[in-house]
């Protein structure tokens, strides 16, 4: 099995903040859009640099989604920022009918999703959020894993064309993918070859994966773990493939169980190669207050829960 190091954890909001630092060197048709939260968002190096290519919306949302479907008529790429809560559901009208209806060229960039956002408890949480964004045809849905996905994943999407939603998160994570990996929007990353299951997991559940996969192997069960970073397009080639190896999956996520990437799997499984599912996921409920580590311990989105969905998947082989 392949071993990852976490050469420094760090969040992987300051991953997009790179990435909008080195597109507004490199792009002049990339504007930012933020809805009273600079810092948070990590714009501070984009602000400053490029003054006239930001707009501070303040805490008006549904404005600022529009504003950004408007600047993409004169040829614009606006990259929209604030937390994921506000991103989506609190937007979603102006979402559907202004940027998914309309195909507008528009970067929605959420930070601080899921149950990770800690403190601030269940109102500024959001667990819906990927199910609402995959049903708006052609929304293309990147949920990273680290700062150096986060950083290349904001690069990539300035040259994709459509309507985008880029979800990221708060707190300090490892950071273990290449500073250099290619990212390409819809395609899956095998992160470890294996034989008895398939671990497909996406987001902050990746690094627990990994060091799943690394318990399992002491315990002699051999585990493929898949980096999806885009749930839609899904790439559903590389999840057949490795399925037909080793006939049974798990998938991990912050997310709700209904409607997240374990879902778009099962009808991916249910169309080709029906087989054995366990999911890690919130299980159809509303989060709390509490640090983002008890958080996932409380809610079992950690490495402990991947090992022991795979106890359970490879008995129902």
């Not at 609190?90 to 930070?111: F, G, H, M, P």
């Not at 959001?126 to 990147?142: R, Y």
């Not at 500073?179 to 627990?208: N, R, Y």
């Not at 839609?232 to 057949?240: M, S």
Request: net charge negative; glycine share 10%; proline share 3%.
């Amino acid at each position: 099995m392949k071993k990852y190091t976490n050469t420094g954890s760090k969040d992987t909001r300051s991953g997009f903040g790179a990435g909008m630092t080195e597109l507004g060197q490199k792009n002049e048709n990339v504007v930012a859009l933020c809805a009273d939260l600079i810092g948070s968002l990590k714009f501070d190096d984009f602000k400053k640099n490029h003054p006239e290519r930001f707009f501070q919306i303040g805490i008006a949302e549904a404005n600022m989604i529009g504003i950004a479907a408007g600047l993409t008529i004169g040829g614009k790429i606006p990259f929209t920022g604030t937390f994921a809560n506000f991103s989506t559901g609190r937007v979603y009208d102006q979402i559907r009918q202004s940027v998914a209806y309309s195909d507008k060229n528009v970067k929605i960039c959420a930070s601080h999703a899921g149950l990770t956002l800690g403190e601030d408890g269940a109102t500024h949480q959001i667990l819906e959020d990927i199910g609402l964004m995959k049903m708006l045809p052609g929304m293309t849905v990147i949920n990273t894993c680290d700062y150096n996905q986060t950083k290349a994943a904001t690069l990539a999407l300035a040259d994709h064309h459509g309507p985008a939603y880029l979800r990221f998160g708060r707190p300090v994570v490892p950071n273990f993918t290449p500073a250099d990996e290619s990212f390409v929007i819809g395609k899956a990353i095998m992160l470890s070859e294996g034989t008895d299951v398939t671990i497909v997991a996406t987001g902050h559940l990746v690094w627990e994966a990994l060091v799943a996969a690394e318990a399992l192997e002491a315990k002699g069960i051999s585990a493929e773990v898949i980096n999806v970073h885009t749930i839609k397009p899904l790439d559903e080639e590389a999840i057949l493939k490795s399925l037909a190896k080793t006939k049974c999956i798990v998938t991990a996520e912050e997310h709700n169980i209904l409607g997240g990437l374990g879902e778009s799997i099962s009808r991916v499984l249910a169309l080709n190669h029906p087989a054995p599912q366990e999911f890690v996921a919130v299980n159809d409920s509303f989060g709390e207050s509490g640090t983002p580590a008890q958080l996932m311990d409380k809610y079992k989105l950690n490495n402990e829960a991947i090992v022991e969905a795979v106890e359970r998947v490879i008995k129902r082989k």
